[in-house]
């Protein structure tokens, strides 16, 4: 059988250098080989140059779909850097639903060979990427977790990860095209000029709101909101809270959100509700 490496970058395959770490080259591909299950035939397809997660998105995640769709048999690993992992998580869950297709993500919070956590991420990615059941998965710190709602919680321990669960459901489309899209976030005293001017560049948005589904009694506010999407801008609102979720009606302090025509995320986390919109006509 086949098994595809794809190889975007990331902290599991640096290496130190005297400016720090860096990409090294053939790191992450020599280690998977070394782990390979006999009869497993690697297919690698490494990104020349390796990006740093940061740097990732859209057209970085329709080249590894492209690069998945290449190989339409074989489960597929990905390695990549932990910072964007969350959005690169949710487009692939997002995009690739109902195809069949098992991937798991994998990376680290230290480098291969610095007796860190890369080497266990590594080898339980290559134990899950066996099984049988489709989706797009994260193998960290002992766990395999659904990649379509990721969370990273802490930026320094090996445990960075949570899962949100997310409900899913066929895209309309299934690459990104060039949309001009961003997340806001509602703030105490927030001017409403800022989110109009936000808004005003934008073809659609995710609003991060308070708890449960509210907002300040700012009567400018829903003005801006309402002018937004009668223009045909949407606007999908999320909460700030980690988990919970959205739910409307719960408090007269949301009220203003739900007459302004915004959508309900429901239990969406950020980066999932972002590619949601990307992925709709």
Known sequence: MKLVLIHTG???????????????????????KARLPEGVELVEHVFDPLVDSADVGP??????????????????????????????????????YGLGRRVVMCGSMLPLDMDGDAEGNLDLALQAVMEPEEGVFLAFADQIMPAAGLVKHNSHQVDAFRS???????PTLRRFGPRNLAILTLSPALPVTALTAALGGLD??????????????????????????????????????????LEPGTYAAGAGLWSAGVENGGNQTAEAALVSLWLRK
């Open 59 to 96: 057209s970085d995640w329709n080249r590894i779909l492209d690069l998945i769709d290449a190989e339409p048999d074989a489960p597929v690993i990905l390695t990549h850097g932990t910072d964007t992992m969350a959005f690169t998580g949710a487009a692939l869950s997002q995009a690739l």
């Open 164 to 170: 949100v669960p997310q409900s899913l459901s066929a």
């Open 204 to 245: 659609g948005a995710v609003l991060r709101v308070f708890g449960s589904g509210t907002m300040m009694n700012d009567p400018d506010l829903i003005v801006s909101l309402r002018a937004a999407t009668d223009s045909g801008t949407p606007i999908r609102c999320v909460s700030q809270c980690e988990s919970g979720g």
């Open 10 to 32: 990331g902290t599991i395959g640096m290496a130190e250098t005297p400016n720090g770490l860096a990409p090294k080259p053939g790191l992450v591909e020599d280690a998977i």
